[in-house]
């Protein structure tokens, strides 16, 4: 199984509404990354939770809240989000080596109200 | 963060060969160059990487300067489902950073 599965794959909510995107792997990789996508431009890298401890916080505002329950699950709490949060988020994973290659989930397509 | 530079965007014709350049002037000497490429309405997807000498897969060969101030992907014969955005980028350490990637257009 080398697939990254993520739901839902589109949500869309009120800037009131509390919301969750889920991502799951089972391929035994302990990095696990969170980002960010707008139409038309790269990715940008929200979180990276290495061994179910976060690692990395690119300066995401506090209305954005991972968490990594177990090795396999990775997940996006969202709360108080802005019209321009609206975007494509795309979940990671990769073994713990540095250089060994990122596997990439089809992406949860959020539009904010 | 090191930083590369792609052009926007390459043509080409199915079935021939499609060469996309990169350059990569701050590239430090442990850095590793990734490709990655994204299909329209899909995740990026992993193309190749290399550190130093020239590596060959079943999707496409890295072709690395000597002085690793740029490098080339090159797709030998392209199809129609081998257009997509593709991305010349480094690794540091847990860290994949994206530039603005090339936009390549097959042509049937």
């Known amino acids: 199984d080398t697939e990254v599965t993520q739901t839902p794959k589109h949500l869309v909510m009120g800037m009131t509404n509390k919301k969750s ?13 969170w980002y960010k996508q707008k139409a ?3 990715p940008e890298l929200m979180f990276v939770y290495s061994y179910e401890k976060l ?19 990775l997940n996006l709490h969202l709360h108080a989000l802005q ?24 992406g949860t397509r959020l539009t904010v109200l | ?15 021939e060969p499609v060469h996309l350049p990169c350059n990569h002037s701050t590239i430090s000497g442990t850095d ?16 190749i990487h290399g550190l130093t ?32 955005v593709y991305y010349c980028l480094f690794q540091d350490d847990y860290k994949l950073s994206f530039g603005a990637g090339t936009t390549v257009t097959v042509r049937a």
Request: net charge neutral.
């Open chain 1, 40 to 42: 038309k431009k790269p």
């Open chain 2, 53 to 84: 000498s020239n590596v060959n897969n079943r999707m496409a060969s890295l072709a690395i300067a000597e002085d690793r101030k740029s490098s080339t992907l090159i797709l030998h014969r392209a199809t129609l489902r081998d257009a997509a």
């Open chain 1, 55 to 73: 690692s990395i916080n690119e300066s995401v505002p506090s209305r954005f809240s991972p968490e990594c329950p177990n090795s396999s699950l």
């Open chain 2, 1 to 15: 963060d090191a930083k590369t530079t792609q052009p926007n965007s390459m043509e080409s014709n199915e079935e």
């Open chain 2, 32 to 47: 590793y160059i990734h490709w990655y490429r994204q299909l329209p309405s899909q995740g990026p997807e992993y193309v």
């Open chain 1, 21 to 33: 995107l889920k991502c799951e792997q089972h391929m035994g990789h302990r990095a696990m990354y």
């Open chain 1, 83 to 106: 019209p321009e949060d609206s975007a494509l988020y795309l979940c990671a994973s990769r073994r713990d080596s540095p250089y060994n290659e990122q596997f990439f989930g089809p």
